[in-house]
């Protein structure tokens, strides 16, 4: 939906430069350790977010995680905190120098700009349709770049596609560019987010900035010191015909492609084996089938081949027989697994008839045996070309195995013999919320898939079973019985390899051409590792585990489970962008390992590079990079270790930063999307750990981690449009707009969050509105009413302020934003809304004021730019940023409830009033009812005796069970010998099942017998908010021992009933003789009794332009007969009126439709004419 214009955007974003620009000057967000203070320090709170990478813009995904720290420390500061947020920049790794080198290899291939052939321009590789992948994320940023790209498949088009001037893609070549040009566009961004980050303190990584390759060496060198790192082979990309690793800019096809890791199942093949293979008699015959999902295997039924494709049987180191395509058999060949090392040696060629029917023994399945049975989809190009089938969980799998059910030529075409499929169905092993435990067979059936056949359906089949299933199911079978899936996919595949069902087996995760066409294999290469999963190493990151808030037991499951499976991980690459291995600089130290510690180079970095992100400008203290030895190093890190000798670097000015590092170390709070936790964020504790092995001060203190964003309930895609960059979202929503949408998109671990753009734009709004009415109360305060606070809307609106208060300082404490802005902003405001409602329009200036600067204080850390602006437009000193965090008196429970009931009240009765009004008549002849003008409330001191007698009964049940309700059937049993209740037994079971549903969401409380205030006190005090808010002409009150026995039975503590009535009126037109006014002749009803103020009441309810009911006169006309025939003098508009004194009383005669006015002594017939002056 169009917007109808941007004034509001515009004028927030006004306001954001200017306070932006004031913070500037003021250098509000540099911090310094202070001088004499020992760390690490008491009140300082270090935040820190994984330094994004710099091939592109920052888009609204990084800034949902990022938002976290950001609205943390502002919560933070405002609690007395010294908070640091540094905010550094990712430069390692290959995808820079790939881009680079591909944007290269294009200019020189097709000139410079490029035209590119559209035979080019082959069909993007579809995915693998038998089993999506589960993905790893720590492979590298190969799927963001595709989000920032879009569809476009040249470099070129991707610079184009990211907003780069033709003219300046070309210096894009250098990949010294990319770090000079993004770099500042971030940080220009982030500035204008609003971000407090104390920007002297950014950095660059790479060897292109001096100070923190030798920082990032240090740190390897102290884990090799620590026998932390170690040397082996590990899988990677291989060119068997230039029989060396296969790195991006060796490619042809397959940039970014990394080794995925499977688990090959192993099937033993049952003797007597088929004709074709009896010459292996002999051996142990095993047909190979790869999966990602080695926690199915439970639910196997059988197994698939296609007739028609080419398979080998090669013999394995071990001297068993697999059968398998030669493809997969040539990446096991270079894996280290055959009997010749990186050679295929063929035992047999088959095609897939040869081993049809063949029966095998699976691991995990209950089926003793099961067969080799036809599917023809199964691709040559992925996996064995052998599939393992689990129909429960599988759509693909389970309509094949209906098809081959149903269809008995099928089964004969290919010698398929009954007992091989029809026995097998399929076996529950996962339970998923909202599907079942057989999630194929459920979504199948919903979708009605008649067969194989059904492609699109199956693919709709799969998305909505496989990742649900992955990362939402609970195993029921089997010794992980109860577990989540994610969790137990590497201990069950660890099971499996030592019970040798299974091996681990590598290939790419896409097809890898050479530059010289040899299609690429993943081999076991010589690499360096870390050794993650040691022993003694992991019991630390366990230790520190246990020492970590995460916030959330899902988040920490995880990182249990990862320590749980993690062991070596390669810290080497040979292409790309980096630090040099110190000891071995053929090797370049890869990107999730040159940032796991840099936080601590944050706290001195601004002494080192003074706020030039590369390190090239002077040092603040005049340090050389070279002169950072690993030996000064330790002196800054480690407390105990005495200044180094030959130290180039002065002792005073080393002091200097080991003082920072000491006061602000370790991290307090690290923030990041859920997809780090199985690698950096596990890598971070492990490092941390080794580093500083005896110091768990400085080990990490806190991680908060995120589930993605969606933006519109959607996945974030620039191919599809939905895709939103940081700086796109500022201009479109301003800096405050969007960080209100940021804190309300979502709080959850796991869940992703979802930013709504129509949401932002309200938010917009509500912002917009807060600014306005605050501009209007300060222009107005002098008519606000002022002296004693002691109204009951006085007193609730100061209770529901200490409350909001109170709740909102607790969910930011919890890192709750979303719960934050809930307490803190919107239900804040609506307090103030119903104060003002109940108040009739008369607010105390005092409490106002206070309003507004609570107000800005809650919503200061998430909205800083906006809250600023009005702490200055408040006659606040200094900006809101130093300001603390707001004091509040205790909650006054008890009147909480009474305003609770008030609302609650005033609610029951606008909707028992409405149904009065708007009977369900029966026939189209309903008379219309006369519209109610009076009611009475009716309180009740008691419960009737049965509904006491149920309620005390269920209450000490409740008690006796530890706050549980005993089942029904033995609640019924203690009910039944109740002498009182055995009149009403029809009655008393559905009562019960009301007071469980009020338990759940009050708490034992529903059941005690009376509450805890005054009813008739609150309802009293009240009565003219009510009779404004029903639109009544009166309201009165009685307990409901006056009442009829119906209403003495709707009628209950804290759940007053309502009766209604229509009182006569006769109807008396109103005149304005007044010249050029705006109010006109209106028609108001009279009724017996009424005062002047009551007839004003109802004029002003038909006139809104009358502000204030003290500006209204009513007049009578002095001749009742002949006053309204003449017509007025413009110039004496008041001449042949009299005036009605405000204690005059009106009497009416309905029948006769007359109306009199009593005034001064004197009874008058007005003659069904009135007049009335606003002055």
């Known amino acids: 939906m169009e917007r109808k214009g941007t004034a509001k955007v515009r004028a927030l974003q006004d306001i954001e430069v200017a306070v932006q620009q004031r913070w500037d000057e003021e250098k509000i967000f540099e911090e310094n350790a202070p001088a004499g203070v020992k760390g690490p320090g008491k009140d300082k709170y270090l935040v820190t977010f994984p330094y994004p990478y710099m091939n592109g813009r920052l888009h609204l995904g990084h800034t949902f995680s990022l938002s976290k720290c950001e609205f943390g420390v502002g919560y933070q500061r405002m609690k007395g905190k010294q908070c640091l947020f540094p905010f550094g920049f990712h430069c390692t790794g290959m995808p820079i120098k790939a881009c680079a080198d591909k944007l290269k290899r294009e200019m020189e291939d097709y000139g410079c700009p ?65 770090l000079e040009y993004f770099p500042p566009l971030a940080k220009q961004d982030l500035k204008r987010m609003g971000l407090k980050t104390d920007w002297r303190r950014s950095f660059i990584t790479t060897d292109a900035n001096p100070y923190y390759d030798s920082f990032v060496r240090w740190h390897f060198l102290t884990l090799k010191k620590h026998n932390k790192v170690k040397f082996g082979k590990r899988h990677t990309i291989y060119s068997p015909k230039d029989g060396q690793p296969c790195m991006d800019h060796d490619r042809q096809t397959g940039e970014g492609v990394g080794p995925q890791e499977y688990t090959l199942i192993k099937m033993k093949a049952v003797k007597p084996y088929p004709p074709k293979l009896k010459k292996f008699s002999k051996k142990d015959i095993f047909l190979v089938a790869a999966t990602l999902r080695p926690e199915t295997m439970y639910g196997q039924t059988n197994c698939w081949v296609r007739p028609d494709m080419r398979y080998i049987a090669y013999e394995t180191a071990k001297g068993e027989v697999f059968i398998s395509t030669y493809r997969s058999a040539r990446n096991m060949a270079y894996q280290g697994m055959l009997k010749q090392q990186n050679k295929v040696n063929i035992l047999m060629e088959l095609i897939g008839q040869d081993i049809m029917g063949m029966p095998l023994n699976a691991p995990l399945t209950k089926y003793q045996t099961i067969y080799t049975l036809p599917m023809m989809t199964i691709k040559e190009d992925k996996g064995t070309g052998i599939v393992t089938s689990v129909p429960s969980d599988a759509p693909d799998d389970l309509a094949a195995l209906r098809d081959l059910k149903r269809k008995k030529d099928f089964r004969d075409k290919y010698n398929i013999q009954d007992e ?68 137990v996919k590497k201990v069950v595949q660890k099971q499996m390899l030592e019970s040798n069902g299974a091996i681990i087996y590598f290939e790419p995760e896409k097809k890898v051409m050479s530059r010289s066409a040899d299609e690429c294999v993943v081999a076991l290469c010589d690499q360096w590792y870390l050794d993650y999963g040691e022993k003694m190493w992991r019991a630390q990151a366990t230790k520190a585990l246990e020492k970590l808030n995460t916030y959330s037991e899902e988040t920490r499951k995880n990182f249990v489970a990862t320590l749980d499976w993690l062991h070596e991980h390669a810290c080497s690459r040979s292409y790309g962008l980096g630090t040099k291995m110190p000891w071995d600089p053929q090797y370049l130290i890869e990107s999730l390992s040159d940032s796991t510690i840099y936080m601590a180079y944050y706290t001195v970095c601004h002494l080192l590079q003074g706020g030039i992100v590369d390190g090239s400008g002077k040092s603040p203290l005049g340090i050389k990079a070279e002169d950072l030895t690993p030996e000064v190093w330790d002196y800054i890190f480690y407390p105990s270790t005495s200044y180094p000798s ?122 917009y509105t807060f600014l306005e009415w605050t ?131 005033a609610h029951e009765f606008r909707l028992r009033l409405k149904n009065v009004k708007n009977p369900s008549g029966k026939g189209k002849k309903a008379v219309a009812p006369s519209i109610p003008t009076h009611g009475t409330i009716y309180i009740a001191k008691t419960y009737p005796p049965w509904q006491s007698a149920v309620l005390s009964t269920m209450k000490k049940a409740y008690e006796s069970k530890g706050g549980k309700f005993p089942e029904n059937k033995e609640l019924l049993g203690q009910l039944k010998t109740i002498d009182v209740l055995k009149k009403f037994m029809k009655k008393v079971m559905p009562f019960v099942q009301h007071v469980k549903e009020n338990v759940a969401k009050k708490g034992p409380r529903a059941m005690d017998l009376t509450v805890d205030f005054v009813e008739k006190d609150v309802l009293e005090s009240n009565l003219t908010y009510l009779t404004n808010t029903l639109e009544m002409e009166g309201l009165d009150l009685k307990f409901s021992s006056e009442a009829t026995d119906k209403i003495q039975e709707e009628c209950c503590p804290g759940k007053p009933f309502t009766v209604f009535r229509t009182e006569p009126s006769v109807a008396v037109k109103l005149v304005n003789p007044q010249p050029h006014s705006c109010h006109f002749s209106i028609t108001v009803p009279v009724m017996e009794g009424d005062s002047v103020n009551r007839i004003v009441s109802r004029i002003m309810k038909q006139d809104r332009n009358i502000k204030g009911d003290n500006r209204v006169e009513i007049m009578r006309y002095t001749d009742p007969d002949l006053g309204p025939r003449k017509l007025p003098k413009f110039d004496k508009p008041l001449e042949g009126k009299t005036g009605i004194s405000t204690k005059a009383t009106f009497s009416i005669e309905p029948e006769a439709k007359k109306v009199t006015v009593s005034d001064n002594g004197s009874s008058i017939d007005i003659r069904g004419i009135l007049v009335y002056i606003v002055n």
């Open 646 to 767: 030959g130290a180039k670097i002065p002792k005073a000015t080393l002091n200097k930063l080991r003082h920072e590092y000491q006061y602000w170390y370790g991290v307090d709070l690290r923030v990041s999307g859920k997809d780090l936790v199985p690698n950096h964020l596990t890598y971070f504790l492990y490092n941390h750990c080794a580093v500083w092995p005896t110091e768990p001060e400085r080990w990490p203190q806190a991680i908060r981690a995120n589930g993605h964003l969606l933006l519109n309930n959607e996945k974030m895609s620039k191919s599809t449009g939905n895709f939103l960059t940081l700086s796109d979202a500022i201009e479109k929503f301003s800096a405050d707009g969007m960080r209100l949408a940021l804190a309300d998109s979502g709080d959850l671990a796991i869940e992703d969050a979802n930013f709504v753009e129509s949401m932002a734009d309200a938010g917009i709004l509500r912002l």
């Open 420 to 487: 091989m499929v029809l026995p097998f169905e399929p076996i529950p092993i996962i339970e998923i919320p909202g599907i079942g435990n057989l999630s194929a067979v459920t979504v199948c059936d919903e979708l009605k898939i008649k067969s194989q056949n059904d492609k699109d359906k199956l693919v709709e089949a799969k998305e909505r079973v496989y990742l649900k299933g992955f990362y939402e199911g609970v195993m029921i079978i089997g010794d992980f019985k109860g577990q989540k899936v994610q969790d």
């Open 114 to 178: 490029p035209t590119f052939p559209e035979e080019e321009e082959d069909e993007e590789e579809k995915p693998d349709d038998s089993e999506p992948i589960i993905k790893d994320k720590s492979k590298g940023k190969k799927s963001k770049a595709k989000a920032k790209s879009g569809s476009a498949k040249f470099q070129w088009q991707i610079m184009e596609s990211l907003g780069i001037p033709g003219e300046e893609i070309p210096r894009f070549a250098n990949t010294d560019h990319w």
């Open 775 to 905: 501009k209007e109360m300060l222009e107005t305060q002098s008519s606000l009413r002022t002296g004693p606070m002691d109204s009951f809307s006085d007193r609730v609106f100061i209770n529901e302020m200490s409350f909001g208060i109170h709740e909102t300082d607790k969910n930011f404490g919890n890192m709750m934003f979303k719960e934050a802005l809930r307490t803190g902003f919107f239900e804040f405001q609506a307090a103030r809304d119903s104060y003002r409602e109940r108040s009739l329009n008369n607010m105390h200036r005092d409490l106002v004021m206070r309003f507004i600067e609570v107000q800005a204080l809650l919503l200061a850390p998430i909205c800083p730019h906006l809250c600023d602006h009005i702490w200055a437009l408040i006659g606040k000193k200094g900006s809101i940023l130093h300001a603390p965090w707001p004091v509040a008196d205790k909650v006054d429970e008890v009147l909480l409830r009474a305003s609770e009931y008030l609302e609650t009240s």
